[in-house]
């Protein structure tokens, strides 16, 4: 079991890479702004009046967590496009980059809570593997076609 361990981290080893190019941790960096924006006590009430959910910042050492924010301000993004705040406001195309990096980020999100669970086998372990991979050389070639 030591083994499948070693290769969830090492899968959350290559997704914090990624996490770390130029372009990415900008749009991040960016995206953070927004929700610390949005959890300032005006607009936290707006939001959980209207979704009864509010925006989730990340911890920057656990890339799942950023994962949760990207997914929770796109589930926010219709109040927060209506607010019109400057500071909660991101363009038509940074909010297509974080749809193509929450997008990204689901399966090896999943796939991590899967190989950690405490009772996995190596035969759904090896399953799971699998499938990771064939989903993420999906991903690959869509985004190397745009």
């Given at each position: 079991m030591s083994h499948m361990r070693c290769a969830a981290h090492t899968l959350q080893l290559a997704i914090r890479d990624g996490l770390e190019v130029r372009?990415?941790?900008?749009?991040?960096?960016?995206?953070?702004?927004?929700?610390?924006?949005a959890r300032t006590p005006k607009?936290?009430?707006?939001l959980k009046r209207k979704t009864n959910k509010g925006a989730i910042n990340d911890q920057a050492t656990r890339w799942g967590?950023?994962?949760?924010m990207l997914e929770?301000?796109?589930?926010?993004?219709?109040?927060?496009v209506d607010i019109a705040h400057p500071n909660v406001s991101l363009s038509d195309g940074q909010w297509n980059e974080v749809k193509q990096l929450e997008e990204l980020l689901r399966h090896p999100f999943v796939t991590t809570k899967k190989l950690q669970a405490?009772?996995?086998?190596?035969?759904s372990f090896f399953k799971e593997w699998k499938n990771y991979f064939s989903s993420?050389?999906?991903?690959?070639?869509?985004w190397l076609m745009r």
């Amino acid at each position: 079991m030591s083994h499948m361990r070693c290769a969830a981290h090492t899968l959350q080893l290559a997704i914090r890479d990624g996490l770390e190019v130029r372009h990415v941790a900008s749009l991040i960096s960016k995206i953070r702004l927004v929700v610390i924006a949005a959890r300032t006590p005006k607009i936290d009430a707006i939001l959980k009046r209207k979704t009864n959910k509010g925006a989730i910042n990340d911890q920057a050492t656990r890339w799942g967590s950023t994962y949760l924010m990207l997914e929770r301000l796109l589930e926010l993004k219709p109040v927060l496009v209506d607010i019109a705040h400057p500071n909660v406001s991101l363009s038509d195309g940074q909010w297509n980059e974080v749809k193509q990096l929450e997008e990204l980020l689901r399966h090896p999100f999943v796939t991590t809570k899967k190989l950690q669970a405490s009772d996995l086998t190596p035969g759904s372990f090896f399953k799971e593997w699998k499938n990771y991979f064939s989903s993420f050389l999906k991903l690959v070639a869509i985004w190397l076609m745009r």
